[in-house]
């Protein structure tokens, strides 16, 4: 019997983490999957002292550590009470541990701020490595103040094929409105050609959406075709207001793990929550 889809969401105890944790249960909902809760805990990389203080109930970092994801679970049940909900606790750097819990999983869920315990690691660390180096899309959660906004899909030339059935998967499960957004900077070659470069992606656009019509007959789609020198900022523009906005990213940062620029300025400066589309 095949095992059951699921949600993975990092979970530190943070007010980040707690905002990820209710969107991912939320979601499960939506989709119909488990929520596994994972906390990592640092602590035995500095200690190995994690035992109860003799003569004081309750003490000792073990305890702690469980407490924490006792936190996260509670937070998950408080919003999807009937969503089945597992935890795990887990020692040692949060990256690794999510990565490979998360292979298979529908997608893994993170605060906006780094994952890393007591210790809080660099802000957005390990959201922004495993963005770029998760096999299953990968959604972080800065605020979420628009749930019943619409969903944002930014689609490059090549049709942005895994963002858009991302987009469309959830606008079915969720009811929302779709908006599907192509951008074309001024100094692109297909924008300077006289009106061939904007019909093309008009065509573009279009058969985009044909596309998601197919992929989500009930969802209500509209797209919008943007001139502006920056990607991001017209995503960014575009989803003002929404409950999420989806990006593709193919991995072509700078750097081996890095996620594209487009991608990466858009986790940055989003204010709502950003699913990032692996392929």
Known sequence: MPAPDRIVVGYDGSAEAGAAVRWAARHATYLDCELHVIHCSLWPLLTSDLGPVRGIEGSGLQHQAQTILEQGKAEAVSVAPRVPVHGRLLYGLPAGHLRRIAGDARMLVLGSRGIGGFLGLLVGSVSLEL????????????????????????????????????????????GSELMIIHVI????????????????????????????????????????????????????NASRGAALIVVGSKGHGLLKGTIGSNAHAVLHHATGPVLISRN
């Open 131 to 174: 963005a770029a180096t998760a096999s299953c899309p990968v959604a972080v959660i800065r605020f979420d103040n628009h749930p019943e906004g619409r969903i944002v899909v930014g689609i490059d030339p090549s049709g942005s094929a895994g963002a858009l059935r991302l987009a469309c998967d959830l606008a079915s499960a969720t």
């Open 185 to 236: 900077r001024p100094h692109d070659g297909m924008a300077h050609a006289t009106g061939t470069g904007r019909e093309a992606a008009r065509r573009l656009l279009l058969g985009v959406a044909e596309d998601a019509k197919a992929l989500a007959p009930r969802v209500t789609i509209s797209q919008d075709l943007v001139r502006d020198a920056s990607v991001p900022r017209a995503l960014l």
